[in-house]
């Protein structure tokens, strides 16, 4: 198997910092970029990241910082990006994934932000424990 | 990073909003100060978006424009919208807001209606 | 201290591919655009990272692979950068830095990568241990 | 990531090769063995290196430079650059090899020397 085609994984860990929300959806526009992606699947994989990212920050470490674990993958022409934090987690995951869901007190948010990470990708699944955090998963094939 | 804030701009009773680059949780943390200062201290009855130096959006973005299109229902004002790139459209359309605010061709469109 | 001044850390893992050295610069410009810094510290910084990151691809896990360690610090306006790899280690430092030194086999190589990382950085320093691996710590002031 | 390779052309003796976007040891890997091959089957007696895609370059393009300028001091041969910017300039002339090649404004000029 050539450079090409093996399977690849990126790492990342970066603070829960509003700041690094466009850090982490640039990085990994920039990673994937190997995948010969559309612009479209570019916006796509980048708005999902910013939704998961912004989520930890806001909601898992409620603004006090912490840190975002980031995790990209790229298998053949797949890529699945996980985002973990050790926040405060979801109770009810289904009721959070439900379209203009939210718990945020300021009223600022739509809820709409797992709803766009299933727009934008193939596939997203949710894990998460009250007191441990949430891992988000997501898949996209990129066709290029 | 460059242009990371909200400019406002008055034009009789509309306030033009002009978003910066890169719409997210981030950047749009000032606005809902920003606006309900503005909005108390003005007879404010449109309040026009400019998109055009947008080049990208998230839910964030949707949930400032949102909530002001509440504050202005609220008052019997309108909202209007112009030079979304295809990125925030397709982000404005998946969001529902294209059926709640009016998408204009022009800065002179969106102010007039 | 507000967001904006405290120290902050990114953390990152990933294959030591030369595909890589694009992103590790990349990234690396990325999340430094915080510090409002010019085009030329940019690129300063850039090139000092692609030397180190090469590298380890080249000379570390000599084209191998393995996992390239790397760490990005923000203090203020300084920018400290750590690219650390597992691989095979450098038996003389002092001489490895000097000026044309390459241990290259085919001849491609200049000798000029340490060279050029204390050019374009303020503070520069290498420990390395045989069978073990090498850490290089690239420090510099971005004044924008 | 767009023009990630060297392209060649010739004209008479000379070989003119374009340089890629990102010059780093990655994209230098093919760049030998493709010049070997083009000197052994032509009669070269000038390469010129045209920069002017080139937005990065590190000290993997010096090395690949320096040894085309050692292949054709050897057979008597000369080297020119043209098109540089900013970056690849500074790196250039750090890595000393403005010493030993020749800079020129345009193609015509680096060709015809
Ligand atoms: N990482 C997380 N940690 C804790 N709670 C989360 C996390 N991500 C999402 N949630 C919960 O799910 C809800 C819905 O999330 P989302 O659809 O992204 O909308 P929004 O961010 O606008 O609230 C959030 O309001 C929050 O209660
Ligand atoms: N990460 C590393 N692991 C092992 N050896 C290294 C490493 N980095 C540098 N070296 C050694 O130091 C020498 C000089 O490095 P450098 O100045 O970057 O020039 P070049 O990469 O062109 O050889 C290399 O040829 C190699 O022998």
Same mark, same amino acid.
Do not use: W
């Given at each position: 198997?050539?450079?090409?085609?093996?399977?690849?994984?990126?790492?990342?860990?970066?603070?829960?910092?509003?700041?690094?929300?466009?850090?982490?959806?640039?990085?990994?526009?920039?990673?994937?970029?190997?995948?010969?992606?559309?612009?479209?699947?570019?916006?796509?994989?980048?708005?999902?990241?910013?939704?998961?990212?912004?989520?930890?920050?806001?909601?898992?470490?409620?603004?006090?910082?912490?840190?975002?674990?980031?995790?990209?993958?790229?298998?053949?022409?797949?890529?699945?990006?996980?985002?973990?934090?050790?926040?405060?987690?979801?109770?009810?995951?289904?009721?959070?994934?439900?379209?203009?869901?939210?718990?945020?007190?300021?009223?600022?948010?739509?809820?709409?932000?797992?709803?766009?990470?299933?727009?934008?990708?193939?596939?997203?699944?949710?894990?998460?424990?009250?007191?441990?955090?949430?891992?988000?998963?997501?898949?996209?094939?990129?066709?290029? | 990073?460059?242009?990371?804030?909200?400019?406002?701009?008055?034009?009789?009773?509309?306030?033009?909003?002009?978003?910066?680059?890169?719409?997210?949780?981030?950047?749009?943390?000032?606005?809902?100060?920003?606006?309900?200062?503005? =909005? #108390?201290?003005?007879? *404010?009855?449109?309040?026009?978006?400019?998109?055009?130096?947008? /080049?990208?959006?998230?839910?964030? !973005? &949707?949930?400032?424009?949102?909530?002001?299109?509440?504050?202005?229902? =609220? #008052?019997?004002?309108? *909202?209007?919208?112009?030079?979304?790139?295809?990125?925030?459209? /397709?982000?404005?359309?998946?969001? !529902? &807001?294209?059926?709640?605010?009016?998408?204009?061709?022009?800065?002179?469109?969106?102010?007039?209606?």
């Amino acid at each position: 198997m050539s450079e090409q085609n093996k399977p690849e994984i990126l790492k990342m860990e970066l603070e829960a910092l509003s700041k690094n929300e466009e850090f982490a959806r640039v990085a990994v526009a920039v990673f994937m970029a190997r995948l010969n992606p559309t612009l479209e699947e570019v916006d796509d994989v980048k708005t999902a990241v910013s939704e998961a990212v912004t989520n930890t920050v806001i909601h898992g470490y409620q603004g006090n910082g912490g840190i975002i674990y980031l995790e990209v993958g790229i298998d053949g022409q797949e890529i699945a990006v996980t985002v973990r934090d050790t926040g405060i987690g979801i109770p009810d995951i289904k009721l959070a994934m439900e379209p203009m869901y939210t718990t945020d007190p300021d009223g600022e948010r739509s809820g709409m932000g797992f709803s766009f990470m299933e727009a934008f990708m193939d596939q997203v699944e949710v894990k998460s424990a009250p007191g441990e955090g949430t891992v988000v998963t997501m898949k996209k094939k990129i066709n290029g | 990073m460059n242009q990371p804030y909200f400019t406002y701009e008055a034009e009789g009773q509309t306030l033009i909003v002009h978003l910066p680059e890169e719409l997210d949780h981030h950047n749009c943390s000032g606005l809902k100060y920003e606006t309900d200062l503005i =909005l #108390s201290e003005n007879y *404010i009855r449109r309040i026009v978006f400019d998109f055009s130096k947008t /080049r990208f959006m998230d839910s964030s !973005g &949707i949930g400032i424009l949102l909530n002001r299109y509440k504050q202005m229902a =609220l #008052s019997g004002g309108s *909202i209007a919208i112009y030079g979304a790139g295809p990125q925030a459209l /397709r982000i404005l359309k998946i969001g !529902g &807001i294209l059926k709640l605010m009016k998408l204009y061709d022009s800065k002179e469109a969106a102010v007039t209606g």
